[in-house]
């Protein structure tokens, strides 16, 4: 008896049908942006990234609809699109929630907690590395150095920072997205939702009423080297030996107590993160940097 080559799971390598088109409606609106890009660049093909960012912000993520509209506007295969929507891990390949959550857990992140976020935020929202929540809201996954780690352990949502989590208040973060209340960033503009996000990213102005002013600028921690150098506070103290021997610099100076105005998200943990990983404890509070 045999069987046919359907019933062995063998593939015969047939061709896949074209991406279907967008409606006419969706299609105008987006040659009209697309053009808008385009005409940024000397050289059309330039334009690729953010006519990506572009498609990714009509469905969520980019979709072989999506790459083959960016290879018809800039006259590419859509080998060449797909070549490049793959490389980058901002390009979403399938459909993500209105919130993409991103734990660090590249080295500093990882030993100051953010492998215990991690884990803790995947049992809490019943989903795995690059999975979304049910209702939609919610895509997790871990990312890599977000170049903030003076602020370690850092969770970023839609690109925007939340500084010094824990897994308690990474899951009060996550939580609150879910349940609509309101999260503000510790840098950066306020929310938005992924899709909307995608069409700042493509070049498009945030129209929305005092985002770009909310920008705001590195934190306490970033600037300290430059206010050192600058003599605007005191010499930071070198570490005591380890041996205990003598020492002459100073050994009690007051830790630093970060304002109100340095740490504004409504989501930023307590400056003490030990309890990101309860196993391998802090020595205490995290102070200045040189101390």
């Given at each position: 008896?045999?069987?046919?080559?359907?019933?062995?799971?063998?593939s015969?390598?047939?061709?896949?049908?074209?991406?279907?088109?967008?409606?006419?409606?969706?299609?105008?609106?987006?040659?009209?942006d697309?053009?808008?890009?385009?005409?940024?660049y000397?050289g059309?093909r330039?334009a690729l990234?953010?006519?990506?960012?572009?498609?990714?912000?009509q469905?969520?993520?980019?979709t072989?609809?999506?790459?083959?509209?960016?290879?018809?506007?800039?006259?590419?295969?859509?080998?060449?699109?797909?070549?490049?929507?793959?490389?980058y891990?901002?390009?979403r390949r399938?459909?993500?929630?209105?919130y993409?959550?991103?734990?660090?857990?590249?080295?500093?992140?990882a030993?100051?907690?953010?492998?215990a976020?991690?884990?803790?935020?995947?049992?809490h929202?019943?989903?795995?590395?690059?999975e979304?929540?049910?209702?939609?809201?919610?895509?997790?996954?871990?990312i890599?150095?977000?170049?903030?780690c003076?602020?370690?352990?850092?969770?970023m949502?839609n690109?925007?920072?939340?500084?010094?989590?824990?897994?308690?208040?990474?899951k009060?973060?996550v939580?609150?997205l879910?349940?609509?209340?309101?999260?503000?960033?510790?840098?950066?503009?306020?929310l938005?939702?992924?899709k909307?996000?995608?069409r700042?990213?493509?070049?498009?102005?945030?129209?929305?009423?005092?985002a770009?002013?909310a920008?705001?600028?590195?934190?306490?921690?970033?600037?300290?080297?430059?206010?050192?150098?600058?003599?605007?506070?005191?010499?930071?103290r070198?570490?005591?030996p380890?041996?205990?021997?003598?020492?002459d610099?100073?050994r009690?100076?007051?830790?630093?107590?970060?304002?109100?105005?340095?740490?504004l998200?409504?989501?930023?943990?307590?400056q003490?993160t030990?309890?990101?990983d309860?196993?391998?404890?802090?020595?205490?509070?995290?102070?200045?940097?040189?101390?």
């Amino acid at each position: 008896m045999t069987t046919s080559s359907s019933e062995r799971g063998v593939s015969l390598g047939m061709p896949e049908l074209p991406a279907p088109a967008y409606p006419d409606d969706v299609r105008t609106r987006l040659e009209a942006d697309a053009r808008e890009i385009i005409a940024r660049y000397p050289g059309s093909r330039s334009a690729l990234l953010p006519l990506l960012h572009l498609v990714q912000s009509q469905e969520g993520h980019v979709t072989r609809t999506g790459m083959q509209f960016c290879a018809d506007m800039l006259g590419l295969t859509t080998a060449e699109v797909t070549a490049v929507a793959t490389f980058y891990t901002m390009y979403r390949r399938r459909p993500s929630g209105d919130y993409q959550v991103g734990v660090c857990t590249n080295t500093l992140c990882a030993v100051m907690g953010g492998d215990a976020i991690f884990e803790t935020l995947q049992e809490h929202l019943g989903v795995g590395n690059g999975e979304t929540t049910d209702d939609g809201k919610v895509t997790l996954e871990h990312i890599e150095c977000n170049a903030a780690c003076d602020f370690a352990p850092v969770v970023m949502v839609n690109w925007e920072f939340f500084d010094n989590q824990t897994p308690s208040s990474a899951k009060r973060l996550v939580d609150d997205l879910r349940a609509g209340r309101p999260v503000s960033p510790t840098r950066g503009a306020p929310l938005c939702t992924f899709k909307e996000t995608a069409r700042i990213l493509a070049g498009f102005p945030d129209e929305r009423d005092g985002a770009v002013g909310a920008s705001g600028s590195a934190g306490h921690a970033s600037l300290m080297g430059l206010r050192l150098a600058r003599g605007e506070t005191a010499p930071a103290r070198v570490v005591h030996p380890r041996d205990g021997g003598p020492h002459d610099e100073p050994r009690n100076r007051e830790v630093h107590d970060p304002s109100p105005a340095e740490h504004l998200s409504s989501h930023d943990a307590p400056q003490d993160t030990s309890a990101s990983d309860p196993a391998n404890p802090a020595a205490g509070p995290a102070a200045e940097e040189g101390e």
